[in-house]
Structure formats: structure tokens, C-alpha cells
């Protein structure tokens, strides 16, 4: 079936830090790729996506790219900020009626 | 626009007791969705729908029930509540166009 498989957390960082989080998938079809993020007490809001092989999605600062042969989609910023601490959510999107499966969220933290 | 938004924010049910939480949403979006988050899971499918007057199942639809009689509403209900139906449930949305879902800010539900 269809799935995605993300680092567990929490990754701790200081400010300035590269950040990677890890996202692989399974899909049967060919699917949309995307990252949520969730900020503490509030729904999920696109981060950023990508709907085909090769495509990168980018957004305040923080890139993935959807790259088929190794079925990832790994998040990547160069320089993390305090306000980036969040839970990010790596998920596909497959079918007509756009049903979405989601990883199991990484929590970021980023230190002064 | 207010966008999605879920009512209530919170609330505490006994075991047995019943209840219907609200989405709406004002974008004028053909598919509405609920989900349900628990630690470490992720978010999980409840119920879909791809229009006014149809719903359909998701991955963990058991012990919920949901009825879509105005496009911009999508009510999900429980009738006999369980501790097992403790999570935080979101709502969202989409239009035909567009693969992302906008999603609400939750309702945090316990049952005791």
C-alpha cells in the first residue's frame, strides 16, 4: 500500500544549523510529494511541494526534491532559525480523490 | 476568508456520550476530509468526501459517522463515544485544481 516513512525526532539544533529530515515513500501510482509543518496548538500549513519526478519545491528557505530512483523526498534548509521549531510532516498524495498519507511527524527544535 | 475552520476548539466526553464536530469552510473547495492525529502516528484518514451530498470511508472510519449536506460544511460524528476516540481531529479541504489540502486548527478531544 502507500506510506511514507520519516526520521523520528526530535532533532535538536542551534540556530545557523544545516537542517536535513529524512522522508521516504511508497506509493503505487505516481504521487504528489509534500511537507507540512506544525506550528504548537495550530493545524498544518503547506510548507512546500512537488508533483512530479525531479521537481523541487522550495519555500522560506527550505528545499526538497522529489527524486524517483531513490523514492525520497528529503527536507533540507541551510540555516535553521529559532522560529523553525515545529513538527514537520512528510506526506503523498495519490488517486483521483487526492487521499493523503502522512509520515509520523519529526519535532525540530532550534536553540539560540 | 476564515478559510477551514472546526468547532469546538476543545471538549471532554464520557464514555457512551455523543457528539458531532463542525468543519466549515469558505473557499468554495469540492473535497473536505477529517483526520485524526495521535503521538507518533501521524494523521490518519477518517472520512472524505467529494462533494455536496457524498462521503465516503477512510483508513480508520470505524465508531464515526459524517454527513455532507451543504458544500461548505462537513460534519463528523460520534455516537457513542470511546477512550480510544481521545485524539485531536482535523479538518480539511481542497479544490479540484489543486493537490494541496488547507487544513483547520483541530479540536482536542478526550473521552473519559
Known amino acids: 500500500g502507500d506510506s511514507v516513512t520519516q526520521m523520528e525526532g526530535p532533532v535538536t539544533l542551534s540556530e545557523e544549523a544545516f537542517l536535513t529530515i529524512n522522508c521516504t515513500y511508497t506509493a503505487t501510482g505516481y504521487p504528489s510529494l509534500f511537507w507540512y509543518v506544525q506550528y504548537p496548538g495550530e493545524g498544518l500549513q503547506l510548507l512546500l511541494k512537488a508533483t512530479k519526478a525531479d521537481d523541487k519545491g522550495s519555500n522560506k528557505g527550505f528545499e526538497a526534491t522529489y527524486r524517483k530512483e531513490t523514492t525520497s523526498f528529503h527536507l533540507e534548509k541551510g540555516s535553521v532559525q529559532v522560529s523553525d521549531s515545529a513538527v514537520y510532516f512528510c506526506a503523498l498524495s495519490v488517486g483521483s480523490v487526492n487521499k493523503f498519507y502522512f509520515g509520523s511527524g519529526t519535532k525540530l527544535n532550534v536553540k539560540p | 476568508n476564515a478559510g477551514v475552520t472546526q468547532t469546538p476548539k476543545f471538549r471532554v466526553l464520557k464514555t457512551g456520550q455523543s457528539m458531532t464536530l463542525l468543519c466549515a469552510q469558505d473557499m468554495n473547495h469540492e473535497y473536505m476530509y477529517w483526520y485524526r492525529q495521535d503521538p507518533g502516528m501521524g494523521l490518519r484518514l477518517i472520512h472524505y468526501?467529494?462533494?455536496?451530498?457524498?462521503?465516503a470511508k477512510g483508513e480508520v472510519p470505524d465508531g464515526y459517522n459524517v454527513s455532507r449536506l451543504k458544500k461548505q460544511n462537513f460534519l463528523l460524528g460520534l455516537e457513542s463515544a470511546a477512550p480510544s476516540q481521545t485524539s485531536v481531529y482535523f479538518c480539511?479541504?481542497?479544490?479540484?485544481?489543486?493537490?494541496?489540502?488547507?487544513f483547520g486548527p483541530g479540536t482536542r478531544l478526550t473521552v473519559t
Open positions: 480539511a479541504s481542497r479544490d479540484t485544481l489543486y493537490y494541496e489540502q488547507y
Open positions: 468526501s467529494v462533494g455536496e451530498g457524498t462521503t
